[in-house]
């Protein structure tokens, strides 16, 4: 089984902090994706890399970047905190194109 | 319009109801088509994946795809209580380097005992 693993469940941070959400794939899948999910505003892609040390922004990059270093991590950054960024945020990985996601447990983040 | 409409619901059912999920979209590029099972404070899992139009059944689910009415279903048969979750399409096509998914917003289902 395809296993995605988000390093927290549950995150508070501090308005201004940097903040890194961390996210591993074991199934050696070349995609890698950052979500956000918010009630009523569905799934919205905020980052996804297609290769090691590749990026493409999504539909909401804005106060985010990442890094992908190593083909199983994938690590979101955001800048400086602020409270419009209190999200459920979800990681997934797949392999080629049109195939399909697997996804993380995810991160809820509280930014305070 | 959006690429992808979905009625969020709620949509709540007594224990045993077939349960009828929908998808509308707008991109015929589209060719690959898949459904999420999402409970509650958890990642979405996928629950259903098919390419093309058809129809692919696993168990008591069934996906439908009509690509001429850009329209795809889920049904649940016999529903249970532990189907309660939020479900989500998604699709994406095959041109280029396109990897990424486009996904409906969900549509929340309460199974009633």
């Known amino acids: 089984d395809v296993k995605v693993t988000q390093s927290s469940r549950y995150l508070v941070k501090r308005t201004g902090e940097k903040v890194f959400l961390e996210c591993v794939q074991d199934?050696?899948?070349?995609?890698m994706f950052w979500y956000r999910q918010d009630p009523g505003l569905g799934l919205r892609l905020i980052y996804f890399?297609?290769?090691?040390?590749?990026?493409e922004k999504g539909d909401i990059p804005e106060g985010y970047s990442v890094s992908r270093e190593k083909k199983e991590r994938f690590s979101l950054i955001l800048e400086s905190a602020s409270t419009n960024q209190t999200s459920m945020y979800l990681c997934?990985?797949?392999?080629?194109?049109?195939?399909?996601?697997?996804f993380g447990q995810g991160t809820r983040l509280t930014v305070v | 319009q959006k690429e992808v409409e979905q009625d969020p619901g709620p949509l709540s059912v007594p224990e045993g109801a077939i349960v009828s999920l929908n998808c509308t979209y707008s991109?015929?590029?589209?060719?690959?088509f898949m459904w999420y099972r999402q409970y509650s404070r958890k990642g979405p899992e996928l629950l259903m994946y098919?390419?093309?139009?058809g129809n692919k059944e696993d168990g008591r689910f069934t996906a439908q795809v009509d690509k001429s009415s850009k329209y795809i279903s889920l049904f649940i048969r016999d529903s249970q209580p532990s189907d309660s979750a939020t479900y989500l399409c998604?699709?994406?096509?095959?041109?280029?380097?396109?990897?990424?998914?486009?996904f409906g917003k969900g549509t929340l289902l309460t199974v009633n005992p």
């Open positions: 890399s297609y290769d090691v040390k590749m990026k």
């Open positions: 199934m050696d899948h070349e995609n």
């Open positions: 997934a990985s797949s392999t080629g194109v049109g195939t399909e996601a697997f």
């Open positions: 098919t390419y093309s139009s």
């Open positions: 998604a699709m994406s096509d095959s041109g280029g380097s396109n990897y990424k998914l486009t």
């Open positions: 991109n015929s590029a589209f060719q690959y």
